[in-house]
C-alpha cells in the first residue's frame, strides 16, 4: 500500500473483523440508505447493489485504517523503549514498598 511503508509489512495483520472494519461498513450502508430515504425510495429495499458496495467500500477502508492505526502505535512504543534505553537515568525504579507500610496502621474503635 502506498501509506504504509516497507517496516509496516514485518507487524502481524490485524483481524478481520475490527472496530474501524465494521464502522466504517456501518457507516457506508447508511449512507446509502440516507440517499435512498433523500430520493424517496424504499431505504432498505431499492438499491441493494449500493448498500452492499458502500458497506464493503468501507470494511476494505477500515481494515487498511486499523493496520495503519497499529503501525503508528507499534512505531510510539519502539521511540519510547528506545529513548528509555539511551536516557536510563530518567527512568529509576522505585524501591518497592509492601502494603503495611502505605496504609496506616489500624486500630479499632469499640
Same mark, same amino acid.
Given at each position: 500500500?502506498?501509506?504504509? &511503508?516497507?517496516?509496516?509489512?514485518?507487524l502481524?495483520?490485524?483481524s478481520?473483523?475490527?472496530?474501524?472494519?465494521?464502522?466504517?461498513?456501518?457507516?457506508?450502508?447508511l449512507?446509502?440508505?440516507?440517499?435512498?430515504?433523500?430520493?424517496?425510495?424504499?431505504?432498505?429495499?431499492?438499491?441493494v447493489?449500493?448498500?452492499?458496495l458502500?458497506?464493503?467500500?468501507?470494511?476494505?477502508?477500515?481494515? $487498511?485504517?486499523t493496520?495503519?492505526?497499529?503501525? $503508528?502505535?507499534?512505531?510510539?512504543d519502539?521511540?519510547?523503549k528506545?529513548?528509555?534505553g539511551l $536516557? &536510563?537515568?530518567?527512568?529509576?525504579?522505585?524501591e518497592?514498598?509492601t502494603f503495611a507500610?502505605?496504609?496506616?496502621?489500624?486500630?479499632?474503635?469499640?
Amino acid at each position: 500500500m502506498w501509506f504504509l &511503508p516497507e517496516e509496516a509489512k514485518a507487524l502481524p495483520p490485524p483481524s478481520v473483523f475490527n472496530r474501524n472494519s465494521m464502522w466504517l461498513a456501518l457507516t457506508g450502508g447508511l449512507a446509502s440508505m440516507f440517499h435512498n430515504a433523500i430520493n424517496h425510495k424504499p431505504p432498505l429495499k431499492s438499491g441493494v447493489h449500493r448498500l452492499v458496495l458502500l458497506s464493503s467500500i468501507g470494511w476494505y477502508i477500515g481494515y $487498511h485504517v486499523t493496520k495503519r492505526e497499529i503501525y $503508528h502505535y507499534a512505531k510510539i512504543d519502539r521511540d519510547m523503549k528506545e529513548y528509555i534505553g539511551l $536516557h &536510563p537515568e530518567d527512568f529509576v525504579a522505585k524501591e518497592k514498598k509492601t502494603f503495611a507500610e502505605i496504609v496506616e496502621p489500624f486500630i479499632p474503635i469499640r
